[in-house]
């Protein structure tokens, strides 16, 4: 398989019963697809070219059959999952989220944990400063609490295809 053309997301693969799984390079997808071990649910753009046949660039496939997953009670706790569980949007204003704040300071001992971490807009995170927001009368606009459900497998880790929102349960913000 030559010529993989504009793929910057890779594929997303469902299981059999369309939960999310993971992210595998579009060539993986293509080749579970090939074997049919898969089959394509949507196309991306472009098409791949093998020496037996052509095959539009999988964007999301699924499996032909269910693959037990074990349950991962922790979701990994990075920025871009911050921002993705938050919506991108200020935890104290709404606006647009650029930074990760502390709700209790980490100089006041505030770990880094998802129950301490929201999403904020750079002037929130400077007005706060190292105080809580009940110091100053602010009130948290979301419940930091980790992320639970499938599409967390996904989503803590690459920015996501809009083409897999309907999968993911996500929006167009989070796309
Ligand atoms: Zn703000």
């Not at 791949?48 to 499996?63: D, G, I, K, T």
């Not at 606009?141 to 999968?167: E, F, I, Q, T, Y």
Request: glycine share 8%; hydrophobic share 45%; proline share 7%.
């Amino acid at each position: 398989m030559v010529d993989i053309p504009g793929v910057q997301y890779g594929a997303l693969v469902l299981n059999a019963t369309y939960e999310p799984l993971c992210v595998v390079s579009v060539r993986r997808a293509a080749i579970l697809v090939l074997s049919a071990k898969a089959v394509l649910v949507t196309d991306g753009e472009g098409i791949l070219h093998s020496a037996r046949q052509n095959l539009p660039v999988p964007s999301v496939v699924r499996l032909n059959h269910y693959v037990r997953v074990p349950y991962r009670a922790h979701v990994g706790l990075s920025r871009r999952a911050i921002f993705a569980r938050d919506g991108w949007r200020c935890a104290y204003c709404r606006g647009p989220a650029e930074t990760i704040d502390h709700v209790m300071p980490r100089s006041r001992g505030g770990r880094h944990v998802w129950e301490n971490v929201v999403a904020a807009c750079a002037r929130c995170n400077h007005t706060k400063g190292d105080r809580t927001p009940v110091e100053i009368g602010w009130r948290l606009l979301v419940n930091p609490a980790a992320p639970k459900g499938a599409a967390w497998r996904v989503l803590g880790h690459r920015s996501p295809d809009p083409r897999w929102a309907d999968w993911l349960g996500i929006g167009e913000a989070a796309a």
